[in-house]
Every structure is written in C-alpha cells, then in structure tokens.
C-alpha cells in the first residue's frame, strides 16, 4: 500500500524534527516506540497494545509497545524495538527511526523516551501477522494517527488534575482500535483473551489516554504540523521541559539513583 501525499509530508516532518536528548538524572529510564504503517486509503496509523490485567502495573491500559531499559540495550532505540519484540513480535528490521521526542514521566515517574518509527514493508492488515505475548498483551490494534488531534464527536474527554509540579490536562480517547484490532485469546470460539477476561467482539474499541495520549497528540502535531481541534493544555499547567526536569531532578533525581 503506498502512502498519499498528506502521509509523505506527515513522515518528512517527523524525520526533519530534531532528535531530542535531555538533562533527567535519573536511572528509572524506559523507551515506547510510537510505530506508524499505512492503511488502505495510504493515511498513517500507529500500533498500540492492551496491557494484560494480570500485570503488577498499568493493568488494562493502552500503551505503545515498550518498557524499562536494559543494561544490555545500547540505547532508547534498542530498548524501543527490543520490547516491541518481545511483547507484539514486532523484528527489530521492520521498523526504521524516524526521531525520538523529548522524554515524558509516567505516573510512577518513570522518564520515557518516545521513539517513532514508520514500518515501510507493513500496512494496517499485517498486525495479523504480529502475536500478543501472553505474559504482556491481551491486544494489539490500530488507531489513525491524526484522529489524536482531530478526534471523533463525542470520543474526546479531558479533566485537569493536579500532578506533579503542576496542573495537568488528562486527555481520553473512546473507541480507539474498533475498525483492526487481534486478540490473543485462548479459544477462538468463546473469545476469551488469554489472561482468563473476556470481550464482547460487538462493542470493541479501547481509551487511550494519560501519557499515550499525550504522545500521540505531540506526535500527530509534528506530523501534521498543526494544533489540535481542542485546548491541549490546562490553563496553569507548566509547559517549560527544562523547568520539569529541574523539579524532577531536585525532588525524584537523587533518589531514583540509589
């Protein structure tokens, strides 16, 4: 499937964007790769997954395919693609980076560096041929990736929370992957997932939101090179990385090194 135009320029612009390093002290450090593929009509998409509801954290969230580095990773990339194998058999040659975005914290305060990447021999009908890991997914489905800052009436939510150093806005969006998804399941006839729950295959579709959420609407603006259709931020939230990492590093950078 070849990309259309709108695609091209959206790839061009991530590739162009300035590969970004950061001043966190900090040993809790972990990489997601933001994957991008075709669909049929050529628009991009990225790859997300359904965390298993038997994991110790973030059970039953959406996320990128990622998690924390390892000794043996030589950098975020690695890290990146490492876990994108390892949890949806995702090669590490099927992907090739585009950028890496400055670092974001998880709610645990875990400092993750999103690394996108376009899958140029894939399309939207391939995640057939990916596999959820039992232990991790219980999912993996598809999402436009524009749809995360032209969202559908009424599939759009936010709430401002106090988080951090400052005012956060949460985003949410419904009904994410409801048009291509694959299950890991244990019975193809009862459609049990493999961690033992079930799904209703009439009323599928996930939220994505929190941290992913915020990825992909930075993301999807570098693509497009445009502001979402709604006010991103909360009205007293702090938007200077470099002040975030200087709080981070007074209150959290020390002691995530011990």
């Given at each position: ?95 090739k980076i585009l950028t890496l975005l400055e670092p974001t914290l998880s709610r645990y305060m875990q400092v993750v560096t999103p690394v996108v990447a376009f899958c140029p021999g894939m399309t939207t009908a391939d995640i057939s041929s990916l596999y959820p890991n039992p232990g991790e997914v219980t999912a993996i489905f598809t999402e436009p990736l524009e749809s995360f800052i032209s969202p559908r009436k009424g599939e759009h939510h936010w709430s401002d929370i106090s ?96």
């Amino acid at each position: 499937m070849s990309l259309n135009q709108k695609s091209i320029k959206a790839l061009e612009s991530l590739k162009s964007h300035p590969w970004k390093t950061d001043k966190y002290i900090s040993n809790k450090r972990s990489a997601v790769l933001v994957a991008l593929l075709p669909n049929s009509e050529g628009d991009l998409e990225v790859i997300l997954t359904v965390r298993s509801s038997t994991l110790s954290t973030h059970a039953g969230d959406t996320a990128f395919p990622g998690g924390k580095c390892d000794p043996i990773d030589i950098d975020t990339t690695a890290t990146a693609k490492r876990e994108a194998f390892e949890e949806i058999r995702l090669p590490p040659s099927a992907s090739k980076i585009l950028t890496l975005l400055e670092p974001t914290l998880s709610r645990y305060m875990q400092v993750v560096t999103p690394v996108v990447a376009f899958c140029p021999g894939m399309t939207t009908a391939d995640i057939s041929s990916l596999y959820p890991n039992p232990g991790e997914v219980t999912a993996i489905f598809t999402e436009p990736l524009e749809s995360f800052i032209s969202p559908r009436k009424g599939e759009h939510h936010w709430s401002d929370i106090s988080w951090g150093v400052s005012e956060v806005r949460m985003h949410r969006f419904d009904r994410c992957g409801s048009k291509n998804f694959l299950l890991g399941k244990d019975d193809e006839n009862t459609g049990n997932y493999v961690d033992g729950s079930s799904l209703d295959r009439s009323k599928v579709g996930w939220s994505v939101w929190g941290m992913t959420a915020g990825v992909l609407i930075h993301v999807a603006k570098i693509a497009y090179q445009r502001e979402p259709d709604f006010e991103m931020y909360a009205p007293n939230q702090m938007r200077d990385s470099a002040q975030v990492v200087e709080w981070y590093n007074q209150t959290y950078g020390l002691r995530s090194n011990i």
